[in-house]
């Protein structure tokens, strides 16, 4: 695989000229941009420079609106809901998570519920910024099907991915960032471009058959759910919470109203910010930094988000993919 080295630097100014270039105003442009240039930095690289091409095509199709803003109504003193007016999702995030994070400060926890939204990016950056600020976060949101239920050989959830972070006083948060699918669609994809196996158990193939091949999964395939029932349970929750529950669409819904440019689809997303200061009768952070301590103490155990925090002190530059990177600036 032939790539080129670029500086952080170089990877976000390469990202908001395209966004620029393809009907994003300054501030949409710069917001995206720092998104997909940490996604590169810290190692999330199906959620980095790869996503770029799909979000212009969205915007050059006219389904997202790279230059609206989200309207943001306090429904109680820690329930608050945001309309995406067809915003990029970390437009409407940047906008709202503070909104969130005084509300779970003062009232011990909040909701956030987040609809007509283009979310395609990583969740950790939301979930961390709140964790960041003192507070537990977990955050979902659904997509377009690709995955099929338990026992199914047709696509009825999305990839449907879960985050979680947990503050740590002085340190960087604890932060997982998963799909509900053995694998997210995006490294599936990756796996393809590159050329590698995925394990098998990761999806069928168009004849329903399981493969390690990820083009047979990435086209006219099906993802499966980790761990059978279980994941598949934890799919339809993710369904639940970032559709009815905030008042958007189920996973098939969105497919039938998207214009299937390829772009992220308009959806709806879920987060809650709960406090630990007002909750815990203890020094939770002590408390739960000796359950850490005890998990490192197991030979072969990190914890989650350690290698991408570990990534984000390497400032050079990174190694990405020659033939996407023409590819993008063709784009602008």
């Not at 501030?27 to 996503?51: P, Q, V």
């Not at 997509?143 to 026992?151: D, E, L």
């Not at 390829?262 to 406090?275: K, Q």
Request: proline fraction near 5%; hydrophobic fraction near 40%.
């Amino acid at each position: 695989m032939a790539t080129v080295s670029l500086t952080l630097n170089e990877i976000f100014d390469l990202a908001k000229k395209t966004l620029l270039a393809n009907g994003c105003d300054d501030e949409t442009a710069s917001i995206l941009a720092d998104l997909i240039m940490k996604a590169e930095r810290d190692g999330s690289l199906s959620h980095g420079l790869f996503r770029l091409p799909a979000y212009v095509t969205g915007l050059k199709s006219g389904k997202i609106n790279g230059k609206a803003r989200p309207e943001i109504k306090k429904i109680s003193s820690s329930v608050i809901k945001v309309l995406g007016n067809n915003c990029l999702a970390p437009m409407v995030l940047n906008k709202s998570i503070p909104e969130l994070v005084n509300a779970a400060k003062a009232n011990g926890v909040a909701v956030l519920a987040i609809t007509n939204s283009h979310h395609m990016a990583a969740m950790w950056p939301e979930t961390e910024t709140i964790a960041e600020q003192g507070l537990v976060a977990f955050a979902c949101t659904s997509y377009k099907p690709a995955v099929a239920p338990a026992g199914a050989i047709k696509a009825l959830f999305g990839t449907n991915p879960i985050s979680f972070a947990w503050p740590r006083k002085g340190k960087t948060p604890v932060v997982y960032d998963m799909a509900t699918a053995s694998m997210a669609m995006g490294e599936v994809q990756v796996a393809k471009r590159e050329g590698y196996k995925v394990p098998l158990g990761t999806g069928l193939s168009k004849d329903g058959k399981e493969t390690t091949d990820p083009g047979e999964i990435a086209d006219g395939g099906v993802l499966l759910p980790f761990g059978g029932y279980k994941g598949s349970a934890i799919a339809m929750m993710v369904e639940l919470l970032a559709g009815s529950l905030v008042g958007d669409n189920f996973s098939y819904e969105t497919a039938a109203q998207d214009n299937n440019d390829g772009g992220p689809p308009s959806g709806g997303e879920f987060i809650l910010a709960i406090s630990p200061d007002k909750l815990s009768e203890n020094d939770w952070d002590k408390h739960s930094n000796e359950f850490f301590d005890k998990m490192k103490s197991m030979h072969g155990v990190r914890l989650p988000g350690e290698r991408r925090h570990k990534n984000r002190l390497d400032k050079g530059p990174r190694n990405i993919n020659e033939e996407l990177v023409n590819k993008i600036k063709s784009l602008s």
